[in-house]
């Protein structure tokens, strides 16, 4: 029997987990809170020309960042997946083209940070509308080896892992509107995972920019009293795409019923530094 030794190199699922996935913010690489993005989006207009994003590591170890620019895209429900070359929406336009960054390959140790400096390339022939692609950090992994299995057993094992890395949309807007939101289709729903009961509704966008904020669902009862039962930060809908469907999961208190009140849910505009946001659209749903 012939021992064989074989060497590859490693083999990975590339998963990407978006600072807008779901109806909240996350960031995963490796291991959950490993690696801090900030901020979580970059937005180049009006003369704008130059940004940057700091990548703090938290890990207990040393790992190694490739940097690029990917397409991705969301559908109705918010979900985000990435394109490749060969499957571009044609009504889409991408920031890849307009934005050049370095470095391209950062290694940190733990507690270290690395800044990533982004540069506007805009011609002056450049056509009206929202360009956006992401930017998108993949930790590398180490080359492995592999021992073949005994001859006799006919198989042969091959240890695959996901590499989960983080993405973070860079638009750049050139001569656009403004995005205008509106809420509809508002109605009670009930999780069978959480045991909580929701509130569902889809979320509109019109204009030529994408929409960005926060969803916030009160009750408000017979006395006015008013009590905040579920929060969602980072929430977008994508330009081209004209609505976004969501279910908020309802925090109720113990003792309290959604009953004799209503129940109200506005998205606001969304910023970690402002000290007010703006309500942007409220729908409202009243419940005897």
Known sequence: MQQCRLFYRHAALSAVLLLSLGLGETAHAQKPGSLIVNPKRIVFEGQQRN??????????????????????????????????????DPKELYADKLVRFFPKQVTLGPSQSQTIRLQLLKPSNLAPGEYRSFLYFRPVKRAREIKALADTSKRMHLDVTTVFGIAIPIIVRHATTPAVASLGGMKIGFDPKTKLSTVDATLYRSGTQSLYGMLIAKWVNARGVETVLSVAKGVAVYYPNTLRKFSLPLDVPKGMTLTNGKLIVEYQTYSPEATKETVQASSELKLN
Do not use: K
Request: hydrophobic share 35%; proline share 0%; net charge negative.
């Open 51 to 88: 940004d940057m994003v700091t990548l703090i590591s938290t890990g207990s170890d040393s790992m190694t960042y490739q940097i690029s620019m990917v397409q991705m895209q969301m559908d109705e429900n918010g979900t985000i997946t990435e394109i490749d070359s060969a499957h571009l």
